[in-house]
């Protein structure tokens, strides 16, 4: 019996082994709690009249985004055109992806995801909008551009309304493309001040006579807070699904929000002061995200995980009171989850506690 | 036309791309370079009468596996059971797994490998001991032990000679086990005073009656010294194959000897000093190794990568005196090649220059 959305219980692949016989390193993936994550992000997009197109990066799976576009997602965020025909291949139909797209084969590849699915991508460069106006042409499709917008996090994107209003022209001017607003990734904590801009891009944009269909923000940090949302129109958020430790220490989720950890087995005690677990940068990756440690022992939180070879942690116990010993083993909340999916071919899902199957990471390792 | 060794040129795919269209981000491997660095290698072993034991995490591929034994390496060394089932498959007859294992269904896959194969292990506790032992048993099978011992590296591993005698007194009365000897991964540049350690281990065992039949060392950056190795009969290196920029800074590897590139495209130019390349933290991986940067343009080696997001690389190009702009293609020299090898199902061969087929990484996430 699980309380499972069909989305994901029919998705489910059957198991040999057990919670207790699972081998480490695995995933584990509560899936009421992301199922609950899922849910309270959608209600919260329905009452602010914003649209909801979550970034499926973190999880990489068919089943939570057919899953987040049954509750209510207007369409899914891709980051690669092999995520893109992943999901295209699902029956997904409504796809944005938030990269430029150069080279031949990719462009040829992402036109084809363009005909059995509406696309949209960004663009911030003549250069760029070229690119995939040549993809849609040659495809017959029609794809939706987006100007990027740099409104402080340092990445892509364009930072003046001029320039912006520019680009935007350019695109609409193009066969094969449509202008369909502006996209930015706001830096954490600072969305105020992009809105600014954004505010400035649209009016140059309405100036040049262009209506802006979409005014598109994400970033899980601050997906809470409404400051700098009043001229969004559509928010993509991808961690939320899971939760980790970043945005656990931020105050963007609660502990009991966090959907994933990565189960490991203490397999050395060299040193009173040292524990290592069979659980490294293959599992957790090095990303610190500017914390202290690589992940947090749910059975130790006082551990540190100081360091990461590939196959291993090193984790301080010192602070401990009871440390673990050999053979124990261990659940660790990792500091960035959509990292740890790209690691694994599969995650084990959890359901009122028990291990109820695996879901395979469908879009793993599609980098390009 | 290839120069490829059989063992890899029999593994080739075919491509439906040239490498002027080959998508971005890819792994490029230069076979003529990384066969080179195999043979220079095992003569190096030859001559010194060291056994070469090559690490197979760097490649995770059964062609190169192959080819290093039949250059004469004595055995390959894993890091996982799930390697050691990839390369028994591929026939490889004499595998070291360099890790502990426990919980029953990991032990039980050991026991089995064991059974096709030769297979040693190691230890540095009794725990670690009666796992394995449990798992050669079960299986009928002999497993060979070696005491993991910690020579300044911090990782597992005993740090005392009667410690390590006792541990091996222990394994030798096991059924299904037998004692294989003494095992370390020494700090880089502290190989002579791991020496020391190893010295008073090997008189130790002796004294307590036990013949100590390998000292097996490795570790790639101290490779080509001999500093250390007068006790080593045995010696595991790995990331030799590709070599990388650590190892280039290090001196350990010339420009003309690193093996492996990634294969990315500029895909915005959003201020002058700044670039935007399609290799992020998916490619390259968030490790440092202490350097500056996550790898090196090969075409603008004045380019610092400062920051990375997973699809996208953050390039300080304000020290270039001819900055790549949008749709250039640039080639990337990894910080470390082995965790990039982890993250791509395939990697693309080339040699005299022409993009020759792709080899599957056999073993790319076999992470338990």
Not at 220 to 242: F, H, K, Q
Not at 282 to 289: E, H, P, R, V, Y
Not at 326 to 352: A, Q, Y
């Amino acid at each position: 019996m699980t309380d499972l959305p069909d989305a994901v219980s029919s998705r489910l692949e059957p198991l040999e082994r057990t919670l207790e016989t699972l081998e480490t390193p695995s995933v584990l993936i509560d899936a009421d709690i992301a199922d609950a994550n899922l849910r309270r992000w959608q209600e919260r997009c329905d009452k602010a009249g914003m649209a909801n197109r979550p970034h499926i990066k973190t999880h990489r799976s068919v089943a939570w985004a057919l899953r987040q576009v049954e509750l209510g997602a207007n369409g899914i965020t891709v980051q690669t055109v092999g995520e893109a025909e992943i999901m295209a291949d699902a029956g997904i139909k409504d796809l944005f992806l938030t990269t430029m797209t150069f080279g031949p084969a990719k462009l040829a590849r992402l036109g084809e995801v363009a005909k059995r699915a509406d696309v949209a991508v960004v663009a911030d460069s003549r250069e760029a909008v070229d690119a995939v106006a040549g993809a849609a042409r040659s495809a017959g499709a029609k794809i939706k551009v987006l100007v990027e917008c740099e409104t402080g996090a340092g990445r892509c994107g364009l930072a003046h309304p001029d320039e912006i209003a520019g680009l935007a022209t350019y695109i609409a001017s193009q066969d094969g493309l449509t202008f369909g607003g502006l996209m930015t990734y706001p830096a954490a904590g600072k969305r105020l001040q992009g809105e600014q801009l954004l505010q400035g891009a649209i009016a140059a944009c309405k100036a040049a006579g262009l209506d802006v269909p979409t005014v598109s923000s994400g970033g899980s940090p601050d997906m809470w807070l409404d400051d700098g949302l009043a001229p969004v129109t559509e928010y993509r958020a991808g961690t939320y699904i899971y939760n980790d430790r970043s945005l656990m220490i931020r105050g963007t989720a609660t502990a009991e929000q966090c959907a994933m950890t990565v189960l490991a087995t203490v397999v050395s005690r060299p040193t009173p002061e040292r524990a290592i677990i069979d659980a490294g940068s293959k599992a957790l990756t090095s990303d610190l995200l500017g914390l202290n440690g690589y992940g947090m022992l749910q059975e130790h939180p006082e551990a540190v995980i100081y360091q990461l070879n590939e196959e291993h942690g090193l984790v301080d116990v010192s602070k401990c009171a009871t440390p673990p010993q050999v053979g124990d083993r261990v659940h660790i909340l990792p500091n960035h989850t959509c990292v740890v999916s790209n690691l694994f071919d599969r995650m084990f899902i959890v359901s009122n506690g028990k291990l109820v199957g695996a879901l395979p990471v469908d879009a793993r390792g599609k980098s390009n």
